[in-house]
């Protein structure tokens, strides 16, 4: 049986950390996989999860079963936390998923068994994982323009362009917010644009949303999000709490779907549960039920709020540094839209080849696309990082 099977490409950050891990030398960097670490390269429980899970140890009574759709209470809580009241109650249906991977997969499948038909639409470039779900789910799929190599920036009237093109019945994919792997991101005017389009050609936004407060904070991140689903009919919206509440492991997310009325709503629902029973079951409980007490117990809450405000800001900080520092160096503000660029990541818009020298003289870790992880700087290493980046002639 097992013969039949063929291999299946090897994820590339995965093997770039295995590369990472044996280099010996102790000046190296690794901006490679997506986490948030600290300035000592760590991986830190956040203040504010630890102590849930100290009152859940206490206070849990039991580990049965929640509901299909994981614990209401989360679904509540997280669902504030992104849409802050924009839909109606009336038309959100919504199920806890393993992660924002699970929403992703889930909102893809429910759109497979609404519309056989339909084109999945990324944006180029786009995380990987989006590509090979809709690969694996063996659905059509189109890119649009989205980035702009020269400047750095959105490539608008190309997207703009290329969604034009769009058919009723298509899916959208658009990130939330901290776009990745690039760091160039819609702004409000963007937003309204794309809403509109979307709604004129009737097709329908999935927006994956792994980065709230990352960005320019946990209300502005979310602005683009509570837009499309305020204006139109129908949209699908997957959520991470892996990197903004650090509970990467545990498995935690939230699919939700917005649709015109609470009848469909019904419907919609049900098709949610129904997928989660056929997929795994119950959603995982932990990691949900620390981020709904978090976010449901206001000095939690205001712990958790001020160290992702922390983290936000040690990453902007990185990025004015960097960017400082290769204007310094070249004395050019090319490399200005590192500072303009939000969230953990940035494409820095470097050659494979120059990525591998940053490598192999430098002892920089980057992915191959020169995406990097800017949580993976600290203050000494953002000079190493400059001297790689002039050295090898970005
Ligand atoms: N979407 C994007 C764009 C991401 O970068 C990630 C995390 N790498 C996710 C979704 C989902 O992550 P997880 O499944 O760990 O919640």
Not at 149 to 166: I, P, Q, Y
Not at 237 to 244: D, G, L, P, Q, R
Request: proline share 4%; aromatic share 6%.
């Amino acid at each position: 049986m097992f013969e039949h099977l063929n291999a299946q490409a090897q994820d590339k950050i995965m093997a770039l950390m295995v590369e990472y891990r044996e280099d010996p030398r102790d000046t190296k960097v690794d901006l490679g996989v997506g986490v948030y670490k600290d300035p000592t390269g760590n991986t830190p429980v956040m203040r504010a999860v630890k102590a849930a899970e100290k009152q859940l140890l206490e206070k849990e009574t039991t580990k049965s079963y929640t509901a299909l759709g994981g614990d209401p209470a989360f679904v509540k809580a997280l669902s504030g936390l992104v849409l802050n009241g924009a839909v109606e109650e009336g038309r959100l249906a919504a199920a806890a998923q393993p992660g924002g991977t699970g929403a992703i997969h889930q909102a893809l499948e429910l759109v497979k068994m609404a519309n056989p038909d339909a084109t999945v639409w990324v944006s180029d470039p786009t995380w990987p994982n989006h590509l090979s779900i809709i690969k694996h789910l063996k659905m059509k799929m189109t890119p649009y323009r989205y980035f702009d190599n020269d400047t750095r920036a959105v490539d608008f009237s190309g997207m703009m362009a290329d969604l034009g093109n769009v058919a009723a019945g298509d899916v959208v994919i658009l990130h939330g917010c901290c776009h990745n792997p690039t760091g160039a991101n819609l702004n409000m005017e963007q937003w309204k644009e794309v809403t509109e389009l979307l709604g004129a050609k009737q097709a329908l936004p999935l927006i994956d949303i792994a980065y709230q407060g990352f960005g320019d904070g946990l209300e502005a991140d979310a602005l683009g999000v509570r837009h499309i689903t305020s204006t139109l009919p129908e949209s699908l919206i997957a959520a991470s709490c892996s990197k903004n509440f650090g509970v990467y492991r545990e498995r935690t997310g939230l699919l939700m779907a917005v649709s015109p009325d609470d009848k469909m709503k019904a419907v919609t629902q049900q098709n949610l549960t129904h997928l989660n029973r056929q997929n795994f079951s119950f959603p995982p409980d932990h990691g949900a039920r620390v981020v709904q007490m978090i976010l449901d117990d206001p000095a939690l809450r205001t712990e958790w709020e001020t160290e992702l405000e922390e983290v936000r800001n040690t990453m902007l900080g990185l990025r004015t540094q960097l960017a400082e520092a290769l204007q310094a160096r070249t004395g050019s503000d090319r490399f200005g839209f590192l500072a303009e660029h939000r969230g953990m990541f940035s494409r820095l818009g470097a050659t494979p080849e120059q990525v591998e020298t940053m490598k192999e003289k430098h002892g920089i870790y980057m992915v191959g696309d020169s995406r990097m992880n800017i949580a993976g700087l600290n203050k000494d290493t953002v000079d190493i990082l400059a001297d790689a980046i002039v050295d090898a002639g970005v």
